[in-house]
Structure formats: structure tokens, C-alpha cells
Nanobody
Framework: QVQLVESGGGLVQAGGSLRLSCAAS????????MGWFRQALGQEREFVAA????????NYADSVKGRFTISRDNAKNTVYLQMNSLRPEDTAVYYC?????????????????WGQGTQVTVSS
């Protein structure tokens, strides 16, 4: 069983930056492909970014391409989401997810483990 704990959320002005972290424990963090998803109030959860087990392959939602960067440190069992040029529409609860496998996926249903989420609020 893998436990995921997100941190790094908060309130930031439009144009600012935040870095989210997701620490994995209770399993082998390097043994999982990881993803970030978000859910805004009253909306469905949506894919943000994903990274494969080695870190060599990444994928991003069109809405965040060029602004967000996903990365991982397998020695620390941690995945990161660097968010730059933040916009008010990025406001949401951000969730880290892990799937048992090498390859990344962009649909939430393919992830077995989820964190509790961290709130990101971008003011205009």
C-alpha cells in the first residue's frame, strides 16, 4: 500500500509560481508511474501532468503546457510539479496519484493510489 502526501499549495497572485511536492511512502516510489490531477470547485477532476517510472517520459494537459513541469527524484520517492505563470483558472485542489507500472497514463481511473490533495488558489 502506497501513501502519498502532497505539499506546497497555497495562495499566489496571477503570474506567480508554486512548486508542489508529493512524497510516497509504504512502497517503492521508484516503482510507480506518477501523475498530477486537479479538481476545481464544481468541476470534474482533470489530468494535469504525468511522468513514467524512470522520469524519462512526461505528458501534459494542453492547458498547462509550457507553464508546468513535472519531475521526480526516485532517491527521495518524491514527485514535483513546478507551476509557473499561474492563472486564476489554475485554482483547484491538486492531487498526486501513483500507478503500479512503468508507463504514464493520463486518465485517473488507471491510478491505484491517491493523495489527499493540496489547495492552490491563484488570485487575479
Amino acid at each position: 500500500q502506497v501513501q502519498l502526501v502532497e505539499s506546497g499549495g497555497g495562495l499566489v497572485q496571477a503570474g506567480g509560481s508554486l512548486r508542489l511536492s508529493c512524497a510516497a511512502s509504504g512502497g517503492t516510489g521508484s516503482g510507480y508511474a506518477m501523475g498530477w490531477f486537479r479538481q476545481a470547485l464544481g468541476q470534474e477532476r482533470e489530468f494535469v501532468a504525468a511522468i513514467n517510472r524512470s522520469g524519462a517520459s512526461t505528458n501534459y494537459a494542453d492547458s498547462v503546457k509550457g507553464r508546468f513541469t513535472i519531475s521526480r527524484d526516485n532517491a527521495k520517492n518524491t514527485v514535483y510539479l513546478q507551476m509557473n505563470s499561474l492563472r486564476p483558472e489554475d485554482t483547484a485542489v491538486y492531487y498526486c496519484a501513483a500507478r503500479d507500472g512503468f508507463f504514464l497514463r493520463v486518465t485517473g481511473e488507471e491510478y491505484e493510489y491517491w493523495g489527499q490533495g493540496t489547495q492552490v488558489t491563484v488570485s487575479s
